[in-house]
């Protein structure tokens, strides 16, 4: 009898533990400034800084998705992975050692909220074959790339833009590109490209 309880209660501590951890490692971008639908993000680079400002009136799933993924540090010592010239800059996916990110679950495809990928823009990236497998990975526009635009499919969901530092995103897509070794991947920047940290700007007070 004794020994069912000390095993009951062994279980149950343990339990309690995972779902406490399962809390901790849960999305939070939706208590990040709430009241504030247009939240901005400093994006710091081993090429220099740019700052975001996402659109939560838009995409509330997906900058809070965004916003979650910032305040957890996932993005903080990841490389931008992928470069391609005239076209877009996309990171979020790997660390510096090449190693994924950790996602949280997949979101909600919101390409038809109006926004559209235009140059300066930031969207998701997801699978080709599946509308809704959102994660991490982000892309910057360097282009008006109506493609990427919904139409009779879904698109990228856009959910802000880059409203200073456009000229650092654009020095970053002109890089030299080659196979990456460890991710295999054809347009990877030759000389690695780190994004130092993300911090979140200060909500500014309304005049």
């Known amino acids: 009898m004794f020994k069912n309880y000390v ?5 149950f501590i343990f339990t309690a533990f995972l779902s406490l951890h399962s ?4 999305p939070k971008g939706q208590y990040v400034q709430p009241s504030n639908l247009f939240p901005k993000v400093r994006v710091e680079t081993s090429m220099g800084n740019f700052i975001l400002q996402l659109d939560r009136m838009k995409a509330r799933i997906t900058v809070d998705n965004f916003l979650s993924y910032v305040i957890s540090t996932d993005y903080d010592k990841t490389i931008i992975h992928r470069v391609e ?3 877009l800059v996309q990171a979020g996916g790997y660390k510096n050692d090449y190693t994924e990110i950790t996602p949280f679950k997949p979101i909600f495809n919101e390409s038809g909220n109006g926004l559209k990928n235009r140059i300066g823009s930031i969207a998701m990236a ?4 599946d509308a809704h497998s959102a994660t991490s990975q982000f892309f910057i526009n360097l282009n008006n790339n109506t493609n990427l635009n919904p139409g009779h499919s879904w698109g990228y969901a856009v959910f802000g833009e880059v409203v200073e530092g ?4 654009e020095a ?9 070794p460890e991710l295999g991947y054809p ?21």
Do not use: H, Q
């Open 7 to 11: 095993f009951i209660a062994t279980t």
């Open 23 to 26: 809390v901790a490692a849960s």
């Open 85 to 87: 010239i005239d076209y």
């Open 126 to 129: 997801k699978a080709l074959s």
């Open 166 to 169: 456009l000229e650092i995103v």
């Open 172 to 180: 970053i897509g002109e890089v030299e590109v080659g196979v990456s």
């Open 187 to 207: 347009t990877v920047p030759k000389n690695k490209i780190t994004i130092i940290r993300m911090v979140i700007l200060d909500e500014e007070p309304e005049p």
